[in-house]
Nanobody, 129 residues
Framework: QVQLRESGGGLVQAGGSLRLSCAANGRTGSRYTVGWFRQAPGKEREFVAAIRVIGIRVSGDNTKYGDSVKGRFTIYGDSAWNTVYLQMNSLKPEDTAIYYC?????????????????WGQGTQVSVSS
């Protein structure tokens, strides 16, 4: 069982930056994927970014981003992989949503929310124009 908790959301002006954190409790295998998703009111949950961990090996080839955030968002973890971050730069009003982190224990590196095993409760990001 893995428990996840997001933090770092808030209100920011367009063009600004935020860094979200996903803290994990509980043990996870040596191979897994951590994903970030977001959901705006009235819209479907959208894939944002994911990072795949194979043992302790993480490289640029093991990150993936949704088309709408490429070049603006970066996903990375701390050295112990207790926390995964989402650095969000050049924020736009359309980035406004509740952001969720999730873990896929099977390491499918999936962009589908249905594939992930554990979820946090979300953190609100609001971008003003």
């Amino acid at each position: 069982q893995v428990q996840l908790r997001e933090s770092g959301g808030g209100l920011v002006q367009a063009g600004g930056s935020l860094r979200l954190s996903c803290a994990a409790n509980g043990r996870t295998g040596s191979r897994y994927t951590v994903g970030w998703f977001r959901q705006a009111p009235g819209k479907e949950r959208e894939f944002v970014a994911a990072i795949r961990v194979i043992g302790i090996r993480v490289s640029g080839d093991n990150t993936k981003y949704g088309d709408s955030v490429k070049g603006r968002f970066t996903i990375y973890g701390d050295s112990a992989w207790n926390t995964v971050y989402l650095q969000m730069n050049s924020l736009k009003p359309e980035d406004t949503a509740i952001y969720y982190c999730a873990v896929d224990e099977d390491d499918f590196f999936s962009t589908s929310a249905l594939h992930y095993d554990y979820w946090g409760q979300g953190t609100q990001v609001s971008v003003s124009s």
